[in-house]
């Protein structure tokens, strides 16, 4: 177990609809970094927090918004949900963002769009 | 464009045997590289990894090579053990940049009792 925590589980929303997913880091972890992963595909990487700023952005549209949180915990919203969208989202902390650093990945949420 | 492929969906294997799981890259930009596994309802976790300036990494059974000229890395397991079936996913990342891993699509390892 790693120490990182998503909720919900599994999420069923409709097109149009709105989504909060959340993300407790593990302890002593200042860094966050949300994947999408589409059936039979890898992680993408949507963005990441450090330390409560945004540190960098993967190729996804303005729709996909994230916080993190002083204890370091995080969201990541989607407005105006489409099917596409349907995945699994995981997250992931880091002692920081340096290259060797591992990430520790939650169990994800599994989004279901209709 | 895919900057990290795994080309094999999946790979069977028999129980003590040797598991070769392969990855290829294209940007030469990449410069540390990741091996993770996943089971199923659980997140990726990390295996073992690699810098460039090696082309050899080991930890227990698990062993990692490098090849730069080819921009291939390889993945051994020996023995391998039911247990390690699972996914198996290569992630690349340029050290001096973002530190965000690019991942392949995984392999899927069964190994047979």
């Known amino acids: 177990e790693t120490g990182v925590t998503q909720s919900p589980t599994h999420l069923i929303k409709t097109r149009g609809q709105q989504v909060t997913l959340r993300c407790s880091s593990q302890?002593?972890?200042?860094?966050v970094s949300w994947y999408q992963q589409a059936l039979g595909q890898g992680p993408q990487f949507i963005f990441q927090?450090?330390?409560?700023?945004?540190?960098g952005r993967g190729n996804f549209p303005p729709r996909f918004s994230g916080l993190q949180f002083p204890n370091y915990s995080s969201e990541l919203n989607v407005n105006a949900l489409e099917l596409d969208d349907s995945a699994l989202y995981l997250c992931?902390?880091?002692?920081?963002?340096?290259?060797?650093?591992?990430?520790?990945f939650g169990a994800g949420t599994r989004l279901s769009v209709l | 464009d895919q900057q990290v492929k795994q080309n094999s969906p999946s790979l069977s294997v028999q129980e003590g045997r040797i598991s070769i799981l392969n990855c290829d890259y294209t940007?030469?930009?990449?410069?540390?590289f990741l091996w993770y596994k996943k089971y199923p309802a659980e997140g990726p976790t990390f295996l073992i990894s690699i810098s460039s300036i090696k082309d050899k990494n080991e930890d227990g059974r698990f062993t990692v090579f490098l090849n730069k000229s080819a921009k291939h890395l390889s993945l051994h397991i020996v023995p391998s053990q039911p247990g390690d079936s699972a996914v198996y996913f290569c992630?690349?990342?340029?050290?001096?940049?973002?530190?965000?891993?690019?991942f392949g699509r995984g392999t899927s390892l069964i190994v047979h009792p």
């Open positions: 302890s002593g972890h200042n860094t």
């Open positions: 940007n030469s930009m990449f410069d540390y």
């Open positions: 927090y450090y330390r409560e700023e945004e540190n």
């Open positions: 992931a902390s880091s002692l920081d963002g340096r290259a060797k650093n591992i990430q520790y």
């Open positions: 992630a690349a990342k340029v050290s001096g940049g973002s530190y965000i891993p690019t």
